[in-house]
């Protein structure tokens, strides 16, 4: 596995392997690898010739008040994982690389609407930091498919669009959410709980799959069920942010043209901020079945 400090550097040597006609998969991360990126990246080799991974600490994504600093950084052990996954190409930039003139004179890509809503409410800028760096990480490393994880559905609901408006020729490829096994989903920040919080943290996607299943077996009053289920948050000890039933592909109200739900919810456990979300198909003939997605 080689590694890369800059951009030019790694645009030389990735210009080698199209030279020699292989594909090129792109896994971005801020690193501190758990083993839901080792599936986005095994997701990736069996799509291309050569996996690029990024490993990047982007602080135009995070507001004033959040954990830059805190966020943990562990090179050595993620070099490591990447290595042991035939990883070939790691790119690991510096700040003054990614924005040579600082974050306050960089130029920002901004999605509308779908950047606006759930965790871009809650968060603002977040999203236009993660866009800007995403298209920057793409325009350094032009891959043929892009690899990014479910559980941050609104993310990759973004990166989409960007890449559909923007006419990117980059294939964007979700992979489900890797899970604990009492369900939680797999996080850097899920280190950052206690004991005794993360004993609670399952909670947020029981209430998730309890929504589903409602839904499924026919309730349609989403309000009652939103309420419901922040209620259930807060008696088991979380600080709901949001919890949403939205349309899938819009991240907009569920109307009567819906085909697939998406249930997301954002809760701070003490200091640690936790999402989730699962799917529901409303097409009882699609592949996904009644209850699809989310595992």
Same mark, same amino acid.
């Given at each position: ?17 199209? $030279? ?10 801020? @690193? ?25 600490? +982007?602080?135009?994504?995070? @507001?004033? +008040? ?8 562990? &090179? ?24 040579? #003139?600082?974050?306050?004179? #960089? ?7 779908? @950047?606006?809503?759930? =965790?871009?409410?809650?968060?603002? @800028? ?27 559905? #609104? ?11 923007? =006419? ?41 799959? =309890? ?5 499924? =077996? ?9 309420? $419901?289920?922040?209620?259930?948050? &807060? ?33 701070? &456990? ?9 799917? &529901?198909?409303? +097409? ?12």
């Amino acid at each position: 596995m080689r590694t890369y400090n800059n951009s030019a550097q790694i645009h030389t040597a990735l210009a080698g392997f199209r $030279h020699n006609g292989q594909s090129i998969a792109f896994v971005p991360t801020m @690193g501190n690898l758990h083993e839901g990126h080792l599936d986005l990246v095994r997701k990736a080799r069996q799509l291309c010739d050569v996996v690029v991974v990024s490993i990047f600490v +982007n602080p135009l994504q995070f @507001g004033p +008040n959040e954990d830059l600093d805190a966020y943990p950084r562990t &090179l050595a052990a993620d070099k490591e994982k990447l290595f042991s996954e035939g990883v070939q190409v790691l790119y690991a930039p510096s700040v003054e690389d990614i924005y040579p #003139q600082g974050t306050h004179a #960089q130029t920002l890509v901004h999605v509308p609407e779908l @950047g606006e809503t759930l =965790c871009g409410s809650s968060r603002p @800028g977040h999203f236009d930091g993660v866009t800007t760096v995403v298209s920057k990480l793409f325009n350094i490393v032009q891959p043929d498919v892009a690899v990014f994880g479910e559980k941050d559905f #609104q993310q990759l609901s973004i990166v989409r669009k960007m890449v559909k408006d923007l =006419c990117l020729p980059i294939r964007i490829v979700g992979v489900a959410t890797a899970r604990d096994a009492d369900g939680l989903a797999k996080s850097s920040r899920n280190g950052y709980l206690s004991f005794d919080q993360r004993r609670i943290a399952p909670v947020l996607n029981q209430t998730l799959n =309890c929504c589903r299943e409602a839904i499924a =077996c026919g309730f349609d009053n989403f309000l009652q069920l939103e309420s $419901h289920a922040r209620m259930k948050l &807060l008696q088991a000890g979380f600080d709901p942010d949001y919890f949403a039933i939205r349309d899938a592909r819009t991240l907009r109200a569920v109307t009567e043209d819906t085909e697939e739900i998406a249930i997301l919810a954002a809760a701070r &456990l003490g200091t640690t901020r936790l999402i989730d979300n699962v799917k &529901l198909s409303l +097409n009882p003939v699609s592949d996904w079945g009644m209850l699809a997605g989310g595992h």
